[in-house]
């Protein structure tokens, strides 16, 4: 039972892995179809596509995935399908309402975003990407709500499955009408960011469509099971009071956890022209940290996604069935497996920064670029954490307390920015993040031991040790191996880059088998592990 739910997470994961490694793809084209320049048009947009989605539907189909896990476990399978049909119900009519009302604001809004410095022109290419996005507010929400459904039902891998085609499709959506009215019709360089915008809601069509042909062997099944009981559904106003107790919390906090990009958007530019900053440095420096910087991160970051959606139901019917020693497990297990990926993955990002981001964007604006990259991987790491402890607040009953330490993380992420931006600069974007996100992962770790009586001692002696085998990890290019990277040529670049990494994952690898931690973690001798990766490798005939 305690593997089921890393499993799927991780199998959820590793489909969002997929769908995150394709959209990497996207940003070299992108950048060199719009230009550096404008990538800070699309940084603004999707800052402010995050927060609607969310606003939309970030919080609904975790309350329908809550909601489908707990009356499928009561095997009251008519109430199901009425919390599905509810709860994309009110997905479509809350996404039609907000984009409309989006719609209307777009103009002020553009205007007041880009400050007083900024050109008509540019305030009404950032207008036109408004109204753009309006089309994708549409079509997403009720991708999510369906979503919502097959991941209550556990079936994690259809609800990866269907991130990777929705992410397929916008990144070719992205690469060919960019190259299309950029280079084969001679359009001005930021239809590229038009097109990147308007392939987002073609994404969702095309999975939308992907997950009712996969899913239907489910709906069959949970069609079947209702039809076979005389267990009458519960009263629909009861299933909608559920639902937006539940996600009316989650749309909260989901919106709540955007805001550091929010106040980036927003701030940035207006307020470091005002301290001396060159108007289209500010543009560049915001279109690094938010664009290519992200793009890199979002790859630890799927983890997020994959364990928030994975320990759901299974934290759910922990807590339905008053199993806390179970629950108590899931918590440390999440932790630690999280951990134990994201460790050396941000201990790599750190080490091998420059060449990273080398190879993903080329040497234009190279020592700009790294030197934010290296900052933002301290948010790469509390991005990632914090967003998992505190989906396990959420499922685990504590909504009220993790509302209020979000509250105060905006509060602390005010306070820190602006002195933050007037010592570091850009920079300081990054670390008043890291700082706020800092304090929701401590308060909500002590919220969760405080109400459950959950013990990390194990999970910090663990940490320790994923820290020791990530650090020796690095040694061979802090003791200066002989090879040495090459920025000007990106081929020689990756080899080099692939033998360190290949050398250091080794290394990790190794010393924590030696430290005994995979053992701890799944449960099993370094002989049956071993033996387990053989039947893998060499299966028998």
């Not at 996600?247 to 005002?274: C, E, H, K, Q, R």
């Not at 009586?453 to 999970?459: D, G, Q």
């Amino acid at each position: 039972m305690k593997r089921s739910l890393i499993t799927g997470a991780l199998a959820g994961s590793f489909g969002i892995f997929i769908s995150k490694l394709l959209g990497l793809f996207y940003v070299v084209p992108l950048n060199s179809l719009a230009g550096e320049g404008n990538m800070a048009f699309y940084s603004i947009t999707y800052t402010y596509y995050d927060l609607l989605l969310k606003i939309c539907s970030a919080g609904i189909p975790f309350a329908i995935a809550a909601l489908v896990a707990k009356y499928y476990s009561r095997e009251d399978y008519k109430t199901v399908l009425l919390v599905k049909k509810l709860g994309a119900s009110l997905l479509l009519g809350l996404s039609f309402i907000v984009a409309i009302v989006f719609f209307f604001v777009s103009g002020p809004l553009a205007s007041m975003v880009l400050g007083d410095k900024a050109t008509l022109e540019d305030i009404r290419s950032l207008q036109n990407l408004f109204y753009i996005l309006c089309f994708a507010l549409m079509t997403v929400p009720f991708l999510s709500a369906l979503r919502g459904y097959y991941q209550g039902l556990k079936l994690l891998k259809e609800y990866a499955a269907s991130q990777v085609i929705e992410q397929l499709v916008r990144v070719s959506g992205i690469v060919f009408l960019g190259y299309l009215f950029v280079k084969v019709l001679n359009f001005d360089s930021i239809w590229a960011i038009y097109m990147a915008i308007l392939a987002a809601g073609l994404g969702a069509i095309f999975a939308i469509v992907y997950v009712f042909i996969t899913g239907r062997k489910a709906d069959e099944d949970v069609n079947t099971k209702a039809q076979s009981t005389s267990k009458a559904p519960r009263d629909a106003k009861d299933i909608m009071r559920e639902l937006l107790s539940l996600g009316i919390p989650y749309m909260v906090i989901s919106f709540l956890g955007t805001t550091s990009g929010l106040i980036n958007s927003n701030f940035f530019i207006d307020f470091a022209t005002t301290i001396g900053i060159d108007y289209d440095e500010a543009m560049l420096a915001l279109g690094i940290l938010q664009v290519n910087c992200n793009k890199i991160a979002a790859i630890p970051q799927v983890l997020t996604l994959g364990f928030s959606a994975g320990l759901v139901p299974y934290l759910t019917e922990a807590l339905e069935a008053k199993n806390f020693k179970v629950l108590k497990t899931y918590v440390n297990q999440i932790l630690e497996t999280v951990l134990f990926i994201l460790i050396p993955i941000v201990i790599w990002l750190v080490i091998y920064a420059r060449p990273v981001y080398y190879i993903m964007y080329g040497g234009n604006n190279l020592d700009l670029g790294t030197n934010i990259f290296l900052f933002s991987c301290l948010t790469t790491f509390t991005d990632t954490i914090a967003p998992i402890i505190s989906s396990m607040c959420m499922t685990l009953r504590q909504k009220k307390a993790t509302i209020i330490v979000l509250v105060i993380s905006i509060v602390i992420k005010l306070i820190t920015f602006f002195p933050g931006v007037m010592i570091f600069g850009a920079n300081g974007m990054t670390i008043s993040t890291a700082i706020a996100t800092s304090f929701v992962i401590i308060s909500c770790l002590y919220i969760i031991h405080k109400a459950y009586k959950v013990n990390y001692t194990r999970t910090f002696k663990r940490v320790l040790y994923m820290l020791i085998a990530g650090l020796v990890s690095v040694l061979p290019l802090v003791l200066g191996f002989v090879l040495e990277f090459n920025y000007d040529n990106r081929i020689i670049c990756i080899l080099i880059l692939a033998v360190y990494g290949l050398a250091s994952l080794s290394i990790y690898i190794a010393v924590s088998f030696f430290l005994g931690l995979p053992q701890a973690l799944w449960h099993k001798s370094f002989k049956e592990l071993l033996d387990q990766v053989k039947r893998k490798i060499l299966p028998s005939r």
